[in-house]
């Protein structure tokens, strides 16, 4: 069984603070997925890895896929308020096609105090 | 900007009735796929569908359920005999390259 385990699990912090969100797996993906999902809402796609070591960044959010493709990082620079929900990673193992199944990790909650 | 439709958002049935969930994906999309998620829990893969057949299942996706593509628009699931841990929020999503999903907003459904 394939498994993304995600931590921490709940992070509180204040506003303008850093944090970071790390997703990790014994197994290799072909590509990894980062959601944010609201209370009642469906997961909403915030970016999308493939290339080991790769970087991306939206806005405040600095996203990582580690070298060996099993683990992927999320970070956040200054965060606000409107940063607050769940967070999670979701992942597909390496030949699994357009077809295949995603993987999802437990989620982050993430609380921003003002 | 385009999004996946899913009705109803709320649907309460009794043990052993059978239920269909709607979906309409993004209209350019050829991959399609229903997760589940139960309070509390992970988000469950169900099924995966291409090119009207189902790609994948996994061991959740027994035979009470079945999914069709009835008119190149709508993508439906169906539970036969409703059981009480059928309850959840199930999710459609569709892809046009099986990378980045867009799901709908979920049809939370109540088996009591």
């Known amino acids: 069984t394939q498994l993304l385990e995600q931590s921490p699990q709940f992070l509180s912090i204040q506003e303008g603070e850093n944090l970071t969100v790390y997703c990790n797996s014994s197994?290799?993906?072909?590509?990894l997925q980062w959601y944010r999902q609201e209370p009642g809402e469906g997961p909403v796609l915030l970016v999308t890895?493939?290339?080991?070591?790769e970087v991306k960044k939206l806005k405040r959010l600095t996203f990582q896929f580690g070298d060996a493709r099993k683990d992927s990082s999320l970070h956040i620079t200054a965060a606000q308020t409107g940063d607050t929900g769940l967070y999670l990673c979701?992942?597909?193992?390496?030949?699994?096609?357009?077809?295949?199944?995603?993987?999802f990790g437990q989620g982050t909650t993430l609380q921003v105090k003002p | 900007e385009p999004e996946v439709t899913q009705t109803p958002s709320h649907q309460v049935t009794q043990m052993g009735q059978e239920v269909i969930l709607r979906c309409v994906p993004i209209?350019?999309?050829?991959?399609f796929y229903w997760y589940r998620q139960i309070l509390g829990q992970k988000v469950e893969f169900l099924v995966s569908?291409?090119?009207?057949?189902?790609?994948?299942k996994s061991e959740i996706f027994d035979d009470q359920f079945s999914v069709e593509r009835p008119d190149g628009s709508n993508f439906t699931l169906k539970i036969r005999s409703t059981k009480l841990e059928d309850s959840a929020m199930y999710f459609c999503?569709?892809?046009?390259?099986?990378?980045?999903?867009?799901f709908g907003s979920g049809t939370r459904l109540t088996v009591v």
């Open positions: 999503a569709s892809s046009d390259r099986g990378h980045g999903y867009t």
């Open positions: 197994s290799v993906f072909s590509s």
């Open positions: 890895v493939v290339t080991g070591g």
């Open positions: 979701a992942a597909k193992r390496v030949g699994s096609g357009n077809t295949g199944k995603l993987i």
């Open positions: 209209s350019n999309h050829l991959y």
């Open positions: 569908f291409y090119n009207n057949e189902i790609s994948e």
